[in-house]
Structure formats: C-alpha cells, structure tokens
C-alpha cells in the first residue's frame, strides 16, 4: 500500500481565489511528480520534481507553481483560479526508475 | 517524448469473459506499468513490468521490450473489473512517466 496523501479530495472555489493543492509522502521518495486529468481522458505531466529544491515543468504548460522545500512534501499553487483549471489533479512519487505510487487526486472546480 | 498507444479505447464484457488489452511504445523503455482507475478517480497500481511476465489474480501482464509492447489479461472478468485501464512508461533518464489514452472496460451482469 502506497503512503502517499493528497488534500483536499474535492474543492469547488471562486474565480480568482488563490489555492494550494496539498500532497505529501512518507516513502521517502525522491522524485515527485504533478498529473492533469481532464475527465474521461489521459494524464499529463505539468511539473516534476527531483529531489528537494529541484522543480521543473512538465509536457503540458500550466499556469500553477510548485515548490519543494521538504522531501516529503510537493504543494500546488494557483495565484488566480479560473474556470478553465477545473480539473483532476493527481501526485505521485517514486525512487529513481522504480514504480511510481499516485494519490487520490483532488477534483477541482472553478465557478 | 514517448508515444503511447493502447487498444482496444473501449472494451464491453459479459461477466466471466476473458480480454486483452494492448500498449504499443515508441522508444525504448525502463519503466512500464499499468493501472486501472477506480470511478473516485484514484490510479490503482497493477503490474510494474518494464519486462518478462506477472501474475496477479485473475489479472497478468506481459511485456515484450524488444518489441515495444505490452498486454494485460483480464480473465474471468467481474463487473469490479469495470473502469479505465492505463499503460504509462518511462525512461530512467528523464524519471516521467508518460501515458496512453485508456482503455475504457465495462464488464455487464
């Protein structure tokens, strides 16, 4: 079973809040990864991480921001939520060229 | 990077059919693994298989790297079954996981 926590699991906000999507790992694992899944379609990687002060985008632009401060710990921020950022968003993480583990996903709605 | 096919996209069953499911790759890999996602949207791990066979239940994977491609076996299918089955590989220099589109399972009563 995977240690691997994403919160929250549902969250409907406002246009222009500003939101962190929390994950965290007790693996100790050291690359950290972000998935976009729109419904019914495939994943794609908007940011990655290597280890602790390492961040670097993925395949798909994103207007979020991550940061890696503890190895445990990858938070998701967006400044200004819109509409067009409703979404799942999935984290994941795994040890170098080993099996990656994903959390429950936080399903994002912004009205 | 990587490009990923999976076929069938959707796949319809009667309960106790058995089904194979495919993932061609584009390049070489050192990461394969497979998923289904439950209808709460969670990716459930179900085989790391970069090579060789598994067995895990009703359920078994095969991948052929020198080939490009990988099968999942879904055997004596419940209608737990149901639910979007994903490849996803990877290189062990660059670290990311890179998917196909699904294949879509519905296993009827």
């Known amino acids: 079973e995977a240690d691997i926590y994403q919160t929250p699991r549902y969250l409907v906000i406002g246009t222009g809040k500003k939101i962190t999507l929390e994950c965290s790992q007790t693996?100790?694992?050291?690359?950290m990864y972000w998935y976009q899944q729109d419904p019914g379609m495939e994943l794609h990687l908007i940011h990655y991480?290597?280890?602790?002060?390492?961040?670097e985008k993925g395949d798909l632009s994103s207007e979020s921001t991550v940061s890696r401060i503890r190895t445990e710990h990858f938070p998701l921020t967006l400044e200004s939520a819109r509409p067009s950022h409703t979404s799942q968003y999935l984290c994941a993480s795994s040890l170098v060229g080993y099996e990656a583990f994903f959390g429950q996903g936080t399903r994002l709605t912004v009205v | 990077g990587i490009q990923v096919e999976q076929s069938p996209p959707d796949l319809i069953l009667q309960e106790g059919a058995n089904s194979t499911l495919r993932c061609n790759f584009s390049d070489s890999v050192n990461n394969l693994q497979w998923f289904h996602q439950n209808p709460w949207g969670q990716l459930i791990n179900l085989f790391y298989i970069p090579s060789g066979t598994k067995q895990n239940g009703r359920l078994s994977a095969t991948t052929v790297a020198t080939e490009r491609y990988s099968l999942l076996y879904i055997s004596s299918s419940q209608t737990t079954d149901s639910g979007v089955y994903f490849c996803a590989v990877g290189r062990s220099n660059d670290y990311k996981l890179s998917f196909g589109a699904g294949t879509t399972v519905t296993v009827r009563a």
């Open positions: 991480s290597y280890g602790v002060n390492s961040t």
């Open positions: 693996m100790g694992h050291d690359k």
